[in-house]
C-alpha cells in the first residue's frame, strides 16, 4: 500500500486502469472505459495530468494536505508532484475524464517555453477549479477532439495540433479560474484583509530584525494557500504581486519611521528585515525617487 508508483509514461496509466495508449506522450483518459482499478495509489508524478472528476469517488491527499473538490471540479498536477489517492467506492469504472502529457512532448514547442505560466498546477489545498455546466461542457469538448487526433494516428502534423488543443485547453482552464477568483471575490477579500494584518504583525514586533524580509510562501503558508494560488489572487484583486505588495509596505513604513524618528537609515533598514542597508537605500531610490536620507531633508524643510 505504501508503494510509491513513478508514473514517468503515460502507459503505465493505462497499463494500471487497462486502458490504450494510442501515443507514447499523451493520453486521454475515461475511467468510465477502465477494466482495473487500484483501490490506493501513490503516485509521483513525471507527467503533467489534468483531471475532469464528474463525481467525487476518492480521496486525493496532495503533499501532507487532503485535496477539496467536489464533483464537477478540475485538479491538476506536474511533474516532481505526489498524490495518494484512496477509492471511497468498490466499482471499477470511475466518472472521470483527463489527460496526460509527458514534458518530451512540449519541447521545442511555444508551450513548452509558456508551460509555467499555467500556475494552477501547483495549486494545492482547497484550489480545485470549480465548472459550471457550460465550463464542463468546453472541457469535455476539448479531451474529445484531442482523442479523435490521437485516434487518427501520428503524422508529420500530430505533435503540432496535439500541443496546440492542449494549448487551448490550458487557455480555457486559465480563465475558468480567474472567473473563480472573481465570483470568490468575498473570500478573496477576507484573504487580503488577514494578509495586510500579517504584514503589519511582521513588522510591528522584532520579527523582521530577527528573521529578515519576508518571503511570498511566509505569508501564503500562513494563508493555508499556495504560493501561486496567492500571487494570482492577489494580482487579480490589486493589480500587484505579492513581492510589489510586500515592498509597497515596506516603503511606506521606511517613510514613516524615516519622518518620525531620529533612527539612523541602517538601523531603520535593520528594523525592517534588511541584511544590508544599501538594499533598502536602492529600493527606496527606485520607489520614490530619492535616497533615504534626501527623502528625510526634504521632510524637515517642510
Known amino acids: 500500500m505504501d508503494k510509491i508508483l513513478n508514473l514517468n509514461n503515460v502507459d503505465l496509466y493505462n497499463q494500471i486502469y487497462g486502458l490504450e495508449t494510442l501515443h507514447p506522450l ?18 509521483n508524478y513525471g507527467v503533467y495530468a489534468l483531471y475532469l472528476k464528474l463525481e467525487k469517488a476518492c480521496d486525493i491527499k496532495y503533499g501532507r494536505q487532503t485535496y477539496d473538490y467536489q464533483e464537477g471540479t478540475v485538479v491538476c ?9 484512496t477509492l471511497t467506492t468498490d466499482r471499477v469504472q470511475l466518472n472521470v475524464l483527463g ?57 508529420k502534423h500530430s505533435k503540432t495540433l496535439l500541443v496546440n488543443h492542449i494549448e487551448l485547453l490550458l487557455n480555457y482552464c486559465m480563465r475558468f479560474y480567474e472567473r473563480q477568483f472573481t465570483t470568490r471575490s468575498k473570500a478573496n477579500s477576507d484573504v487580503l ?41 492577489l494580482k487579480k484583486e490589486t493589480g500587484k504581486s505579492p513581492q510589489e505588495y510586500i515592498q509597497e509596505k515596506i516603503i511606506e513604513l521606511a517613510k514613516e519611521r524615516i519622518s518620525a524618528t531620529e533612527n539612523t537609515v541602517s ?19 527606485k520607489r520614490v525617487g530619492c535616497t533615504p536620507n534626501e527623502y528625510r531633508t526634504q521632510n524637515n524643510q517642510q
Not at 495586510?196 to 493555508?224: R, S
Open 267 to 285: 538601523q531603520i533598514a535593520y528594523s525592517l528585515g534588511f541584511q544590508y542597508p544599501q538594499h533598502l537605500c536602492r529600493l527606496f531610490k
Open 99 to 155: 489527460i496526460l502529457f509527458h514534458p518530451d512532448l512540449l519541447h521545442g514547442t511555444s508551450l513548452g517555453k509558456t508551460i509555467k505560466k499555467y500556475t494552477f498546477f501547483s495549486y494545492e489545498v482547497n484550489e480545485a477549479l470549480h465548472l459550471s455546466a457550460e465550463e464542463r461542457s468546453i472541457i469535455e469538448e476539448l479531451l474529445k477532439i484531442i482523442r479523435m487526433e490521437l485516434e487518427h494516428g501520428i503524422d
Open 193 to 233: 484583509t488577514r494578509f495586510e494584518n500579517l504584514l503589519n504583525e511582521y513588522f510591528e514586533g522584532p520579527q523582521a530584525e530577527q528573521d529578515g524580509l519576508p518571503t511570498v510562501k511566509y505569508f501564503a503558508d500562513k494563508l493555508y494557500l499556495s504560493s501561486n494560488y496567492f500571487g494570482d489572487m
Open 26 to 43: 499523451v493520453t486521454v483518459i475515461d475511467l468510465n472505459k477502465a477494466t482495473r482499478q487500484m483501490t490506493y495509489t501513490h503516485w
Open 77 to 85: 498536477f506536474a511533474p516532481r508532484q505526489t498524490t495518494e489517492t
